[in-house]
Structures are given as structure tokens and as C-alpha cells.
């Protein structure tokens, strides 16, 4: 099977009143490379072009496929700029150009793409922030597993670590999202007949990221992905007249059943996964997301704790939540106290270190947090990437 699903924003439908001052994204999820986002990313890109509309293409990754090439034929190029890095000359997206060009849709592929350093912004995603705050309307394409959230459970399906990835807040905030759906045994033809790859690299990518299972599981995630984005917006986007009773009505539903997630670390690298699970989570309750560190009083944190610290914060700050460090020998109190303050309604933590010597003598935190927060659920997650590990062992 093949086709696409289709979520628009019902704020940003085509037939609201003219916004000039931003303009809207239409972006083309997919599970994987090969799938056809940019090919209908160029179909649409001539279906504006034939009603009329002003459309240029900023940037266009063919990687050498034929069928691209020629689809982008009769629509304006922009040329890309030169960068000089480290004595290498690399091309990125002329995002000056655009601006000045000024078209009325600008279509710009491979959203997560890292621009060479020297450019405006680090991130494409951000130079198509610009594009739309100038009005232009940009098409553009990404797959699922570039989605921050989604690394981890990405690379414990794949084996594959994915270094490029967008905040999902920036797929949140498309106006529409088109799910280009495809079979993963229909990718796999594509890739066999050559249409992905070069006929060199076939083999090893069907030994590797395009297995089978690999290619169902991702599938499964994007069209779980779409199928949230569906319920968010429907969430989100449909607001009564102000003053109204049913306005009323809906302000007290928010308040009674609104959420709000508290998610325990500490400085070290599996830290992570804790924080993107928990995002998950929030993303799915419609919740707000704090992260807690409880640091030890005057603790001195080593080289590796000092990285992974910075790590989290980098990650809180992609996804959008808040990290919180509070100074204090006793966990479970300043626990209960953020939570009390903050309004938790979840508390989420990894499972923790095997107690030694005395502390086993202790009541275990899930348990004190339970007797010190009674009405606020307690949840232990569960390392996938620990338990895989675990069951590939003979």
C-alpha cells in the first residue's frame, strides 16, 4: 500500500483569513528514506505553481535519483552558497537569497539537515523559522526517527543512532502534516530497483536499517506519531467564543483534568532516555514536563557528570521542558516538596542503583514518595535498551 494521510491544523486551514505576516508550513513525514516525501513534495510545489502561486525551490537533496531530477524540472532553482570550513568547501541553503527573493512558497528539503558553521543558524529548521516569519509558505520533508523524543526508541529498533534530529515541538507547530505511507516491502523493491540507493550501497542497507522488521516497527511509530498529532491539535486548535459559556465549561475541564509530570535524574549518560520517555509521556497526557535533580550538598561533580549535566540541559531545553537542580541530602522531601510546588500529578524515575550496606535497611524512594505524596502516581521506567541487551544474551 501506498498513500498519504493528511493533518491540518484547523487555525491554519487554507480557507482562513490572510495572515501576511507568517507563513505556513506544510511538512511530509515518513518513516524512512525512500518512501517519496520529496517527490510529493515537488508534486505540490507544481500544483501551486499551476494555480498561479510564486514557488522556488530553496533547497533540493536528489541524492543522485533520476526520477527527482526530473520532477524538479520547471520549477526555479536557487542557487546554494559556498561555506569554507576547516579548508573544505561545502554548500548549504541560501537563506539571504530566499528572503530577498521573497517567493510565495519556498520549498526546502530535510528539515533535521546541520548547516556547516558560518551560516545564520546551526539548524535548517531554523532558517525555516525565518522563511515563514517573512510570509513565505515553505514545503518541506523529514522522517520520524529524526524526531528528538523518538532517539532512543529509534536506535533500540534499528541499532541505528540517529545524530540529526529536530525538537518534536517544530513537527507540533506545522500547519499541516502529510504522512507519506509506504509498505515496507514495497520499500524494499524501491531500494532493490535502485530508486533510494546507489546499486553499491543496496546490499548493505538491506543487511542493516532497511530489514524488514526494522522498516514495520518505524512504520508502525510514524503512523503512531501522526495519529497523536491528530488528537493534539484536536486538543489544542478548537477554542470557543470568548466570553461563552461552553468557554467556561472547557476552562474548568482543563483544570480538572490537566497534568503535570516530574521526571527524577541524575547526572549520567542514560539520564537521557529517562527524559525523552517522559516527554513521550507529557506529549500524550497534553502535560507539562519538569525534570529534577536532587544534588547532593556541596558535591563536587566529575569531568563525565559535569557533560552529562550540560546534556540535559541542552535535551530540556530541545524538548521544551524545565530542569530543575535543588541542593539537599534528602531526596525524598525535596521530592515531595517540588512536587507539591510545581503541582505534579506523575512522578517518573529510572530504576535505581541496587542499595548497599545500610541503605538496604532504608525504605526504598518509590515507596517513600508514595507515603509522602499521597494522589500523585509514582512510575518506574523501564530501560528497554538495558532489557535488549539482557535477551540477546545466550
Known amino acids: 500500500m501506498v498513500g498519504s494521510q493528511r493533518l491540518t491544523s484547523e487555525l491554519d486551514a487554507p ?67 559556498r561555506v569554507e570550513y576547516r579548508g573544505t568547501e561545502l554548500e548549504e541553503m541560501d537563506l539571504p537569497e530566499i528572503l530577498r527573493r521573497a517567493p ?52 533500540e529498533l534499528s541499532g541505528v543512532r540517529v545524530r540529526e534530529t529536530i525538537p518534536d515541538d517544530v513537527l507540533g507547530r506545522a500547519d499541516e502534516i502529510v504522512m507519506i505511507d509506504l509498505t515496507p516491502e514495497a520499500l524494499i523493491e524501491r531500494l532493490r530497483a535502485g530508486k533510494v540507493y546507489p546499486a553499491e550501497r543496496v546490499e548493505s542497507a538491506l543487511n542493516n536499517f532497511f530489514r ?45 483534568v490537566g497534568e503535570r509530570l516530574l521526571a527524577l535524574v541524575e547526572p549520567y549518560p542514560g539520564a537521557q532516555r529517562l527524559v525523552r520517555r517522559a516527554w513521550r509521556s507529557a506529549q500524550r497526557l497534553a502535560a507539562e514536563l519538569d525534570i529534577l535533580w536532587v544534588q547532593p550538598p556541596s558535591g563536587k561533580l566529575s569531568a563525565e557528570q559535569e557533560a552529562s549535566l550540560a546534556a540535559l540541559r541542552q535535551l530540556a531545553s530541545v524538548l521544551g521542558a524545565r530542569l530543575l537542580v535543588e541542593e539537599s541530602d534528602d531526596i525524598p522531601g525535596t521530592v515531595a516538596e517540588v512536587a507539591r ?39 518506574i521506567v523501564a530501560d528497554r535498551g538495558h532489557r535488549a541487551t539482557k535477551e540477546a544474551q545466550p
Open 15 to 81: 480557507d482562513r483569513p490572510n495572515e501576511s505576516r507568517r507563513g505556513h508550513l506544510r511538512v511530509f513525514l515518513g518513516m524512512a528514506a525512500g518512501v517519496g516525501k520529496t517527490y510529493r513534495m515537488l508534486q505540490e510545489g507544481h500544483a501551486d505553481q499551476e494555480a498561479g502561486r510564486d514557488v522556488v525551490i530553496g533547497l533540493l537533496e536528489t541524492h543522485g535519483r533520476a526520477d527527482i531530477t526530473r520532477l524538479a524540472d520547471g520549477l526555479p532553482v536557487l542557487l546554494r552558497r
Open 212 to 256: 524488514i522488521e526494522n522498516l514495520s516497527a518505524l512504520r508502525e511509530v510514524a503512523l503512531r506519531q501522526v495519529a497523536e498529532e491528530v488528537g493534539h491539535k484536536r486538543l489544542t486548535t478548537v477554542e470557543p467564543a470568548v466570553g461563552s459559556r461552553a468557554e467556561t465549561i472547557a476552562a474548568d475541564a482543563r483544570q480538572a
Open 341 to 379: 510546588r510545581q503541582g505534579t500529578t506523575y512522578v517518573l524515575m529510572g530504576r535505581g542503583r541496587h542499595p548497599r550496606g545500610l541503605a538496604r535497611l532504608r525504605t526504598p524512594l518509590p515507596q517513600r514518595l508514595m507515603e509522602l505524596l499521597p494522589g500523585v502516581d509514582v512510575r
Open 104 to 155: 510565495e512558497v519556498c520549498l526546502i528539503d530535510e528539515l533535521a539537515h546541520t548547516n556547516a558553521p558560518g551560516v545564520e543558524h546551526h539548524k535548517r529548521y531554523e532558517d525555516v523559522e525565518d522563511v515563514l516569519a517573512a510570509g513565505i509558505d515553505v514545503l518541506s520533508t523529514v522522517n520520524v526517527q529524526h524526531l528528538e523524543s523518538l532517539n532512543d526508541q529509534i536506535a
